[in-house]
């Protein structure tokens, strides 16, 4: 009863920019986290930016380099990404951390974008 869908992936060279969309969609009651992971080949899922019980969070990793707002529309959050690096490159996921209402399962679960593939190579 919630739907995830990111968008805003791609190709892009070294020291390029990305923005990534994430919009959270359906009986949702109310979110009390909602952010982006990334999951690089052979490597664990790790947070990238995320807006969490009021406060705002970053991995080690961005550095400055990365921008997580919420956007006028509702349940919606946008990731800007600056001076990519070949390391960057991976699936970024958005994670909705919400209470749902209605059938199907009603209460707080964790919800998950099916993922957009960032590459960052010349």
Known sequence: QV???ESGGGLVQPGGSLILS???SGSISAIYHMGWY???PGKERELVAAFSSG???Y???VKGRFTISRTSVN???SLRMTSLEPEDSAIYYCLVDAWATGSGAPGR???W???TQVTVSS
Do not use: L, S
């Open 59 to 61: 991995g080690d990793f």
């Open 55 to 57: 406060t705002v969070k």
């Open 38 to 40: 990334r999951q690089a």
């Open 22 to 24: 994430c919009a959270a």
């Open 3 to 5: 739907q995830v869908v």
């Open 113 to 115: 974008g099916q993922g």
């Open 109 to 111: 679960n964790d919800y």
């Open 75 to 77: 349940n919606t959050i």
